[in-house]
């Protein structure tokens, strides 16, 4: 019988365009990322996860003052060019002029580095899904993963040949050479006040 439970049709999934998840996103009272055109609700990060990102954007502001770049926390989406997907990245970093898809200059296009801090909810879609989205961006030098359960960062850096380095640095003792940026950031200030 049509529409009966047992029945194993499905509803038509109607798909977002990037323009409609816009429009709905910036009226929302809570933060949702947009994916070949469906949007996903974004958790609210931890203490240590906002701890752990405070830090980072703290170590990057002090150490690009004297730089053209600016140093963007996660209220800010990054949209990937010829394509269908909008992200609240952790931290990213735009070098010289930021380029933003519109006048409300809420999503910018040019980041040469992001950084996504893991989280339970996230450990399984950011290194798949979301590293071959970012990847996609011509401008993006540099990826960072960093760990919340343990004190890993994952750098991932473009090459000339548009393959990507990785370099894993764990325990506080090690730091992270961000190439993109210039400069380094020790793990020990990275998981400040986290323990």
Known sequence: ???SIGNTATLPTYHLSPEEYLAIERNAASKS???DGVMYAMAGGSERHNLIVGNIVTELNLKLRATDCRVYPSDLKVRVPGS???FYPDVSVVCGEPRFADEARDVVLNPVLIVEVLSEGTAAFDP???VQAYQSIETLR?????AQD???VEDFLRQENSHWLYTRASGLDASIQLS???CEIALRDIYSKTA
């Open 33 to 35: 990322e947009y994916l």
């Open 142 to 146: 540099e990826y960072v993963l960093v």
């Open 150 to 152: 343990e004190n890993v």
């Open 128 to 130: 798949g899904k979301k």
């Open 1 to 3: 019988m049509p529409g």
């Open 84 to 86: 269908r997907a909008l």
């Open 180 to 182: 993109s940026v210039e």
